[in-house]
């Protein structure tokens, strides 16, 4: 279906800042690892949901590099939910033709959880239908760290050029994303108004929706919501309204990726 007039197409890609576990169960007197598993149900509904939808990428921010600094019986907790998660959707993940993918330093992660996200990742890499990125152990500054010293060292071994770095796109092939488009959407639950340290260069044109609710709670209609205000809105990328909406020679349209910036 072609969509309504003004309206933009569907989010190709949407990514989520998934907040407020934490919250939700202090809320019911319970402890904070009650409301991660809480926090897992609502990732299958939500990535359910996306895929109705006609979302074909969907990225979840689900540990960062800062988040480290918690109680370790916490971080033990959350590692021990993304195997058990992995475990029971590998499946699912193959039946519905959804590749996995991550983002972050994996290398990092604890023994079982890398290995059981490898093993979904391999198990899942022929699948053509939708992308589940699961950033993990991921910073945005990390990430650009990295990219810096790959190129650095590519360019030392004579597998990189210097002047690749003369645009973004060059530098770009370095990041963690290098092989995904940037998100169209990024949503951050809990009330929260910032992005801590999520993919904050790939995100330079995203639209953002910040939604009261806790992530335990956010489900099929908070996402049609988020993606509903998104389609409203006019996405402009430096360019005037008048030139957007009548597009002239030479200039793409709103519903075309962004000119080349560097
Ligand atoms: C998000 O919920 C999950 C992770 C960061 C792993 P929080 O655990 O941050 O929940 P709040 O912010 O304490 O409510
Ligand atoms: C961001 O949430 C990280 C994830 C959602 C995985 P946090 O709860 O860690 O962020 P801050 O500390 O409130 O900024
Ligand atoms: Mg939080």
Not at 148 to 175: I, M, Q, S
Not at 216 to 228: K, Y
């Amino acid at each position: 279906m072609s969509p309504a007039p003004n309206l933009l197409p569907m989010p190709a890609h949407v990514a989520i800042i998934m907040d407020g576990n934490g919250r939700w169960a202090r809320q019911r007197g319970l402890p904070r690892l009650e409301g991660h598993r809480r926090g897992v149900e609502s990732v299958r509904t939500v990535t359910h949901a996306a895929r109705a939808l006609g979302i074909r990428m969907l990225t979840l921010y689900a540990f960062s590099v800062e988040n480290w600094r918690r109680p370790e019986e916490e971080v033990g907790g959350l590692m021990a939910l993304l195997e058990t998660f992995l475990a029971l959707e590998k499946a699912g993940m193959i039946r519905d033709q959804v590749r996995l993918r991550a983002i972050g330093r994996i290398d990092a992660l604890p023994p079982r959880a890398r290995s059981a996200l490898l093993d979904t990742i391999a198990a899942t890499a022929h699948c053509t239908g939708h992308t589940l990125v699961l950033a993990l152990n991921y910073g945005a500054r990390t990430e650009v760290l990295d990219a810096a010293r790959a190129f650095a060292a590519g360019v030392a071994a004579g597998t990189a050029r210097l002047e690749d770095a003369d645009t973004w796109e060059g530098f770009a092939r370095h990041l963690y994303t290098h092989d995904l488009p940037d998100p169209d959407l990024v949503i951050r639950t809990s009330g929260e108004t910032r992005l801590s340290n999520f993919l904050l260069v790939q995100s330079a044109y995203a639209e953002f929706v910040f939604s009261p609710v806790l992530w335990p709670e956010f489900g099929r209609a908070e996402l049609e919501s988020a993606v509903n205000d998104y389609r409203r809105r006019e996405r402009r990328y430096g360019l005037t309204g008048e030139q957007v909406s009548h597009p002239g020679p030479g200039i793409s349209s709103q519903t075309e990726p962004a000119p080349a910036i560097i």
